[in-house]
């Protein structure tokens, strides 16, 4: 299985810049995994496609003004930090610009004393492990002197820093949004509950699993970086309930079923729990938990991309790519919303 078996042609306008007005009037393509039905709707329409009996799984996972800017106190010379992922108090795997300056030992300053943080490591991915010094609460540091981490293909400033959040965002750790679950609005959930289907949430820190470029031309040689989820006993309770009656798991997001995947038996029951996850789920994937994903356009050659031909056939997604590029779809982070069921 190669890298270039997962690459599509997409025109740089179609890469969305800016949210849309209202989050549940974007696109709604509606791709049929079992036949070669595609519908072309509205994201309120996902209505329409839910039955009384299913499950739908939101990862409510809250971004975090994950992006920092300091100075090395040694030099004056400005770095920015972007932090990934909590390993340990005050202890953060990070990703810093530039990179090959930022050597072990180096001491940083942010916001001008508010929090100091010295580089102690080295990863494997060639990030860096920087260990924090605050006097006030790190989440109460990071508001006044952090941005959103927006991706690096977004160039237009946004105005609002709740629309990179979902309206259920919940615990802070991730460095990017689960961004499929954007469509929603409160009132289209208090809808969808009140036509007799639960909804439930789990959690998955996004950070650079989700997102992290594939580097190798041979998708198998390629290793997820791993990230930190939970399932309460709750929601666990609830998706094996509605397996058992013959209901059906909507995933929101591909990190909603990494998530459900990584904390599956063979028999296809979800345990409660949280610990890290590195799943690398590819064409040729038996998916044991869910039915269904609402999920963005994703980048060419992403694990992502990879993920979504998994349940619905490297073809098909391809084929359904090339019909969202002719219709003039937006894609990726604030773009229109996929369905696969």
Not at 215 to 235: C, D, R
Not at 297 to 308: C, E, I
Request: glycine share 8%; proline share 5%.
């Amino acid at each position: 299985m190669q890298l270039s078996d997962f690459d599509y042609h997409l025109p740089e306008e179609l890469i969305a810049q800016e949210p849309i007005v209202r989050r549940d009037q974007s696109r709604l393509m509606v791709v049929n995994k079992n036949n070669d039905q595609i519908r072309h709707q509205i994201f309120q329409d996902i209505l329409d496609y839910l039955k009384p009996g299913d499950v739908l799984v939101m990862n409510d996972s809250k971004v975090l003004p994950a992006r920092i800017f300091g100075i090395k106190t040694t030099t004056g010379a400005k770095i920015e930090v972007l932090l990934l992922r909590q390993i340990a108090p005050n202890r953060w795997e990070t990703l810093v610009k530039p990179g090959k300056k930022a050597k072990v030992g180096e001491r940083l300053d942010f916001g001008q004393g508010l929090m100091t943080g010295t580089i102690i490591d080295h990863t494997e991915v060639g990030g860096r492990i920087i260990e924090f010094s605050h006097q006030e609460p790190f989440l109460q540091v990071l508001e006044r002197i952090g941005t959103m981490p927006l991706p690096p293909y977004i160039k237009k400033p946004l105005d609002d820093q709740k629309r990179y959040q979902t309206v259920y965002a919940r615990q802070e750790g991730s460095a990017a949004a689960p961004t499929a679950g954007l469509h929603f609005t409160l009132e289209l959930l208090e809808t969808i509950r009140n036509q007799g289907i639960q909804t439930e949430t789990v959690l998955l820190h996004v950070g650079l699993g989700t997102f992290r470029p594939v580097q190798v031309e041979n998708v198998l040689e390629h290793k997820m970086h791993e990230e930190y989820f939970e399932i309460s006993p709750q929601a666990a309770e609830t998706i094996n309930q509605a397996k058992k009656r013959g209901g059906r798991v909507i995933a929101v997001g591909t990190t909603s079923v990494r998530c459900l995947e990584s904390s599956s038996t063979e028999e296809g029951i979800v345990q409660p729990g949280s610990g890290l996850t590195n799943i690398f789920i590819y064409p040729g994937y038996q998916f044991k938990i869910i039915d269904g994903l609402i999920t963005n356009f994703h980048l060419p050659k992403s694990t992502l991309l990879m993920l979504v031909s998994a349940l619905a056939g490297r073809e098909k997604m391809l084929a359904a790519y090339q019909q969202a590029v002719q219709e003039r779809y937006r894609f990726f982070s604030f773009g229109d919303a996929m369905l696969i069921i």
